[in-house]
């Protein structure tokens, strides 16, 4: 058997395990080899939106995923513990609670906070680098927003609504934005003016961010002073106290009261690789140096990823960024040589990553990025940036946990936002209180019962009459354009083939065909599909009732002939089918009862009708209606509310539903 051990759930280690699972998978391997991840923690953490906890855009559990979810169904062993040693020579990896053999190691243990031995930081600031870093800062906040409406002494209220970030690198802004965009909120649920709240984003830097392009970092530091930041650069920190920090700008330094100073200044290696580090060649900050195949040069069999890897990319100067782009990177280039080195077949992968751009957000409402190929970027500024991150967080999320994620993804960031802190505002946030839904759905209900009713009244049951009711409608359709002026046919015909230049007098003359005819017809043949609209034979005094829709698809016609009309037998089984659909989504819309798929159902029976027999403008009421009520329609005052947390618990104990993530908590 051979033993395959990742340190780390970190984003290189998650993504190294699943890699090198599927691979060793569909080469037969699965059971020949064992993949233990070990963590401290059992879930993985999206560090890169800690300061959206922190600052209380998102929930807390939105950042964070159990790891035997992430690893469900596959053959690999997820381990809680917390390495404190490795034996190189003995191929051992040395936990508190016990040890683990490997044949490959792959360190992948993260970083920590480094304070570069500023006096005071580590004992008295707040970092931001793991979850119980953002959990614990988001309830700092609210305590001093809390503490300061009931002080009575002006220096401690002071000291209490006074915030310094230390760092504009990402972490950083990306905090001090999220913060600024909070402070507006907090100040009025506890009462405070804005104007007493001090916010300070401080580093050694000459600008915000500076892997950025100068102008994008310009762009960070307008934005931060509009939403109320001080920004000071060239300024270092020389001392963190108990509410007070001290900077040093030239050779002058001044202290500052602040009640709450964060610590975003840098990052180094953690402890346990730091420690491998000091036993084999390595960088500053405990970086692992590594060849070009990823393995360490001391230990051919120990592959360094992540932020531990030091190493200097073909062509490039500096080494890699400690970035999550560079963590997916490496992730692969590892699992293909470990599966190369095990399989004797095929080369190892020299790593050549290459990266496709960097992007800060400034709160929820805005940011900017640069990214494209390799070598051709642009800069994206406010709606395109936060577009392009939320994409990219996405294509992540598709890789370490599918379809629930993304659901669970969408949901914090669109769906339940609160106080408009998307970059859509809150458009799409579930403002209106679903039980106001509950008379549209149980309407529709009511409606789609009395249709099929009265196609059982009808005869549905008993005899053939699809023939009739599609033909009727085509005749029926078939009559009206008979009655249309050939001048507003030639009028439309030519409005469909030059649409710029002659949409205008298309329309005048298919008016005054209205006007003599009393029937309107736009025919737009859009090669997919032909559309027509028409009204009533009296135009002065037809009402909507008289309008119909139709969508004419071809294949929809062919099959409605071919298909549906074959045979008496086929049209029985076709009015069966729909009568039954029809009593049985008007049922559960009623009740409340898998409203998710009656309000689908009810969905594909308009298309179909609008299609096959066309739809009076009076019942489009419908559709709308079914798009309204399809999500979480049932929840309230419905049988849903009971039956979906019943099935879904059973639902995710399904094995391939764990292993291929369609479910949703």
């Known amino acids: 058997m051979i033993k395959i051990v990742v340190i780390g759930a970190g984003y290189a280690g998650v993504l190294a395990t699943k890699k090198l699972e599927k691979k060793l998978r569909k080469k037969k391997l699965a059971d020949l080899t064992e993949i233990t991840i070990i963590d401290k923690h059992p879930y993985h953490t999206m560090l890169t939106e800690l300061h959206e906890v922190a600052a209380c855009r998102v929930g807390e559990e939105s950042i964070k995923m159990n790891l035997k979810q992430i690893f469900a169904g596959r053959k690999v062993n997820v381990v809680l513990d917390e390495v404190t040693n490795v034996d190189f020579k003995e191929q051992k990896v040395k936990g508190r609670t016990e040890e683990y053999d490997y044949d490959y190691l792959v360190v992948a243990a993260g970083s920590k906070p480094t304070y570069f031995g500023v006096e005071g930081a580590k004992e008295n600031s707040w970092p931001l680098w793991s979850y119980d870093d953002a959990v614990a800062l988001r309830d700092r906040i609210h305590n001093c927003f809390r503490m300061a409406a009931d002080e009575v002494d002006p220096a401690k209220r002071k000291e209490l609504l006074s915030f310094y970030v230390v760092g504009a690198g990402f972490t950083g802004v990306e905090m001090v934005g999220e913060l600024a965009e909070y402070t507006p909120i907090l100040c009025k649920r506890f009462g405070i003016d804005r104007e007493e709240v001090t916010i300070v984003d401080v580093d050694g830097l000459s600008r915000p961010v500076p892997i950025l392009p100068e102008k994008l970092s310009n762009k960070v530091d307008r934005r931060l002073k509009k939403m109320g930041v001080e920004v ?4 270092s920190v020389v001392g963190v106290g108990q509410g007070s920090i001290k900077l040093k700008q030239n050779d002058n330094v001044t202290e500052h009261v602040a009640g709450t100073v964060i610590w975003t200044a840098g990052i180094e290696s953690s402890e346990i690789t730091s420690e491998l580090a000091s036993r084999v060649q390595s960088g500053g900050r405990g970086r692992i140096q590594v060849d ?5 040069v001391d230990y051919e069999n120990v592959y360094v990823i992540g932020d531990n890897m030091l190493f200097t990319a073909p062509g ?9 782009e560079n963590a997916e990177h490496s992730a692969a280039t590892v699992s293909k040589n470990i599966v190369a080195e095990i399989t004797k077949s095929g080369e190892k992968e020299s790593y050549n990553p290459k990266f496709h751009g960097v992007m800060v957000c400034v709160g929820g409402r805005y940011g900017v990025a640069r990214g494209g190929l390799a070598k051709h970027q642009i800069n994206f500024a406010s709606f395109f940036a936060m577009f392009a991150k939320h994409f990219i967080n996405i294509i992540y999320f598709i890789q370490v946990m599918g ?3 993304i659901i669970s993804y969408l949901k914090h ?11 859509l505002g809150g458009h799409f946030s579930n403002k209106t209180p679903s039980f106001l ?3 549209l ?4 209900g009511c409606v789609w019962v009395f249709e099929g009713v009265m196609k059982i009244v009808e005869g549905w049951l008993t005899t053939p009459m699809l023939a009739g009711f599609f033909g009727g409608a085509n005749s029926w359709f078939d009559s009206l354009l008979g009655r249309i002026d050939p001048a507003a046919t030639d009028a439309v015909a030519s409005a469909s083939t030059e649409v710029v230049d002659t949409v205008a007098s298309a329309s005048t003359a298919v008016a005054d065909a209205a006007v003599s005819t009393g029937t309107v017809l736009f025919d737009f043949n859009l090669k997919i599909f032909e559309l027509i609209l028409v009204s009533g034979t009296d135009l002065a005094s037809s009402t909507i009732s008289d309008i119909a829709f139709k969508i004419q698809v071809p294949f929809v016609d062919w099959f409605v002939n071919n298909a549906v009309l074959a045979s008496d037998g086929m049209q029985m089984f076709m009015q069966i089918v729909i009568v039954i659909m029809q009593i049985l989504i008007g049922l559960g819309l009623m009740g409340g009862c898998f409203t998710f798929l009656s309000a689908g159902v009810s969905l594909v029976l308009q298309a179909m009708f609008v299609t096959t027999t066309g739809l009076y403008l009076n019942t489009f009421w419908m559709i709308f209606a079914g798009i309204a009520v399809l999500i979480g329609g049932g929840y309230t005052i419905g049988i849903d509310y009971y039956l979906m947390p019943f099935l879904k618990k059973h639902w995710k104990n399904v094995k391939w539903v764990r292993k291929w993530y369609l479910y949703n908590d």
């Open 441 to 444: 759905r149980f309407w529709l």
């Open 292 to 296: 070009e195949y990823l393995r360490s």
């Open 437 to 439: 839904l509950v008379p």
């Open 232 to 235: 000071v650069m060239n300024t």
């Open 413 to 423: 960031e669109f769906f339940t936002i609160r106080n408009n802190r998307s970059f």
């Open 316 to 324: 490039e100067e500096r080494p890699v960024p400690q970035m999550v």
């Open 403 to 405: 379809w629930t994620k």
